[in-house]
């Protein structure tokens, strides 16, 4: 059984950064691509930014400049490092693995909220 884990969510200020990880665990044998999408109240779910195993990475123009997705490989964990934060990018933000266990599925996190407001 494979999961993913994000933490890192919570309250910031217009302008502030935010740290979020996902984690996955379970019987791993390879992770594709990886990336971060979010939903507001209202809104459909949008993709943020995505990388690839090789580490080419693509990011929605609403974020671009601002946020920053990277992985570690030998932890199977995924990141999102937001800077510049805007009332806008208040959301749930979920992480999404394309992963190899006994066969290949693409994977969701459980949600983790951002909010920023002042």
């Known amino acids: 059984q494979v999961q993913l884990v994000e933490s890192g969510g919570g309250l910031v200020q217009p302008g502030g950064s935010l740290r979020l990880s996902c984690a996955a665990s379970?019987?791993?044998?390879?992770?594709?691509?990886m990336a971060w999408y979010r939903q507001a109240p209202g809104n459909q779910r949008e993709l943020v930014a995505a990388?690839?195993?090789?580490?080419?990475?693509n990011y929605a123009d609403s974020v671009k400049g601002r946020f920053t997705i990277s992985r570690d490989n030998a932890k199977n964990t995924v990141y999102l490092q937001m800077n510049s934060m805007k009332p806008e990018d208040t959301a749930v933000y979920y992480c999404?693995?394309?992963?190899?266990?006994?066969?290949?599925?693409?994977?969701w996190g459980q949600g983790t909220q951002v909010t920023v407001s002042s």
């Open positions: 990388i690839i195993e090789g580490g080419s990475t």
């Open positions: 999404n693995a394309d992963i190899q266990s006994w066969s290949r599925h693409i994977y």
């Open positions: 379970g019987i791993i044998r390879s992770i594709y691509d």
